[in-house]
């Protein structure tokens, strides 16, 4: 349940298109946020550009809204300058994977104390669909009109690889599972990377024959595999779907993180 | 308590009609004075948190609160003695 204190009532319905997923990524976080207990002085949220990371705005805690792709810079400034504080990190996969890729992989290497919680949806929603480093081959944007020709980037294999401490994917179909995963992620020193891929009906579906809501997210739900069901067919050695992709939590280890409170 | 959504919220995405349980939720047919086409209440008081929430001091289902974009799903106490309708079954 989230408390409503933790929204920007006044700000409220936001700017989201209908039938955005970041809203719901926002109730999950708050939710898990809640669960926590944390206290609003002590929580501060950081956000790049994009549509993802308008969130904070909505959000009755001091947050910072950063340059394109520097959320994570920030944030790791945020932490070595108050160990003390709670941070989070809303960001998009334009946000993270095009232009903060290396700010990314860098902070999985240092496991700088923070949760990031990243909403994928595929595209660059904000600017009009251009096509971005996750976009699904084959999906048209408005940058490839005839598919997308390039290999999509794995966000949550590469912050495994990386060094991060938790990683997970969730949809934003699997409310209750994101929930307990992104406190999973509060709970874990070191960097804690939740990968959600959301619904853009407005820029991806749109193009991409999934034009309702409803049909954009029965796509995301038939098409999300459990980590443990992909595992089971790999030893049993039978064919995994092509265009599926894993959920769950990928990974869970306790590496040195850096920032983490004495 | 009672379940309401927050017309002044809502932007119609009917995502609480995929995922409700008890299909509660119907898709609307009238636009409302925002334009927008929310979704129906179809009995509530089916709803197992409408119910038992207070029974049980906590959330127990709340998946369309989670899943609403919006933030426009929202249980609230009810007053005392507010009309409800009756549907008499044969």
Known sequence: MIAPDWFREDRLPHIYCTGCGNGTVINCTLAAVEEMGWKRDETVFVSGIGCSSRAPGYILTDSLHTTHGRALAFATGVKMARPDFNVVVFTGDGDLAAIGGNHFIHACRRNVDMTVVCMNNHIYGMTGGQGSPTTPPGAISTTTPYGASEPAFDLAELAVAAGANYVARWTSYHVKELTKAVAAGMQTPGLAFIEVRTQCPTNYGRHNKLRSVPAMIEHLRSHAMLVEKRDRLVREGRPVPEDTFTVGELVRRNRPAMGVRR | ?90
């Open chain 2, 1 to 90: 308590m009672k379940l309401v959504i927050d017309e002044s919220r809502c932007k119609g995405c009917n995502l609480c009609v995929l995922v409700c349980p008890y299909g509660i939720f119907r898709e609307g047919t009238e636009l409302n004075s925002r334009g927008i086409v929310s979704p129906v209440l179809d009995r509530p008081e089916r709803c197992t948190n409408c119910r038992l929430q207070a029974l049980y001091g906590r959330m127990l289902c709340g998946v369309c609160h989670m899943i609403c974009p919006d933030q426009a799903i929202a249980w609230v106490e009810e007053r005392p003695f507010e009309p409800h309708r009756v549907e008499v079954e044969f």
